[in-house]
Nanobody
Framework: QVQLRESGGGLVQVGGSLRLSCAAS????????EHWYRQAPGKQRELVAA???????NYANSVQGRFTISRENGRNTVYLQMNNLKPEDTAVYYC?????????WGQGTQVTVSL
């Protein structure tokens, strides 16, 4: 059974930083692609960052230069380092992983950026 568990969300002021973690069981992250998505109230879920099995990384334009996705194979964990946070970054952040034609999701972690 595949499980993804996000952590690290919280309340932060504008310009602050947070690091989200996504720990997995039942799946080996290094063999798959992982993604961070976010969904703000009233908006569609959007892709924030992605890392492929061979380490290729992509970011949404809105977070380029501020967010960094990384993977720690020994811990089977993917991270999203978020710097210089803005109010528009407020959302529930979800980790997902692709494996053998299926996509698995975590439960999400709330990030709130206050003025």
């Amino acid at each position: 059974q595949v499980q993804l568990r996000e952590s690290g969300g919280g309340l932060v002021q504008v310009g602050g930083s947070l690091r989200l973690s996504c720990a997995a069981s039942g799946i080996i992250f290094s063999r798959n692609a992982e993604h961070w998505y976010r969904q703000a109230p009233g908006k569609q879920r959007e892709l924030v960052a992605a890392i492929s099995s061979n380490g290729r990384i992509n970011y949404a334009n809105s977070v380029q230069g501020r967010f960094t996705i990384s993977r720690e194979n020994g811990r089977n964990t993917v991270y999203l380092q978020m710097n210089n946070l803005k109010p528009e970054d407020t959302a529930v952040y979800y980790c997902s992983a692709d494996n053998q034609g299926s996509t698995y999701w975590g439960q999400g972690t709330q990030v709130t950026v206050s003025l």
